[in-house]
DNA sequence: GCGACAG
DNA sequence: ATCTTGTCGC
């Protein structure tokens, strides 16, 4: 798919403040979905043993039945050092060259991350959807800001994920008897209709379908 | 100032 | 993320 490119990389996180609270205005998260979905896609990431090399991994699957269509890999040296709340600038790069590489064009994609479950509202499925203007959900394994209530074992049930009184995302148990994940809007998706389409893309286990091919060939396993 | 902290 | 062995359960 073809990616325009935004905004050039920030070298330090003044600069990055600066990008993530100009473009989190632009985040939308209301439905703004191609109906019917006809492919969803999954990206992660996965470095080298001494993390100087990131390679980036996309997955797109066929919705609603979740076969894998088409895979891509792309390589490049590790420019950002992780720190929490700046993800998207160490991932990112990486990601729109595997993207870019993708011929089947996906209608939603999951990121491995937060969306607007993030400081400043703009965490790495965030960014990557307005990017490429397109719709993104935020899939995160762990918590980085909110609270929540418990939440119930069984699969599908949820909690909002409240920070400074407001709902950024939600606790969800894709499985029962395992840790729950953390949903957010990205971009141009609203949080129930992405809670449907990770529980869609969760079958069987607690990650999503598209994450789980994306993460193999991440880690070149 | 003291903790928390996506991958 | 990555480094690591065995172990519990379907």
């Not at 325009?4 to 632009?26: D, G, K, N």
């Not at 039945?65 to 792309?74: K, M, N, R, S």
């Not at 719709?135 to 699969?155: D, F, N, W």
């Not at 709902?167 to 809007?185: D, E, F, N, Q």
């Amino acid at each position: 798919m073809k990616i325009y490119q935004p905004h050039t990389w920030p070298q330090t996180l003044e600069a990055a403040i600066t990008i993530q609270e100009s473009l989190s205005q632009q985040v939308i998260t209301e439905d703004q979905l191609r109906e019917p979905i006809s492919y969803v896609a999954g990206v992660d990431m996965g470095f080298t043993a001494d993390g100087t090399v990131s390679r980036a991994a996309v997955a797109v699957l066929s919705f609603p039945d979740l076969q894998v269509v088409e895979t891509t890999l792309a390589h490049r040296p590790t420019s950002f050092p992780y720190i929490p709340g700046f993800l998207s600038f160490r991932e990112i790069p990486a990601v729109l060259d595997a993207l870019e590489k993708i011929q089947t064009v996906p209608d939603i994609i999951l990121c491995d991350g937060q969306g607007i479950a993030h400081p400043r509202r703009f965490g790495i499925a965030s960014h990557l959807g307005v990017i490429l203007d397109m719709p993104t959900i935020g899939v995160a394994k762990s918590l980085l800001i909110g609270k929540h209530q418990e939440l119930p074992e069984t699969r599908g049930s949820w909690q909002p994920l409240i920070h400074k009184g407001e709902t950024i995302g939600a606790v969800l148990r894709t499985r029962i008897g395992v840790k729950p994940l953390y949903i957010s809007s990205g971009h141009k998706i609203s949080l129930t209709t992405a809670i449907d389409y990770v529980l869609h893309c969760t079958p069987k286990y607690r990650l999503p379908e598209t994450t789980r091919v994306a993460d193999k060939l991440a880690s070149n396993r």
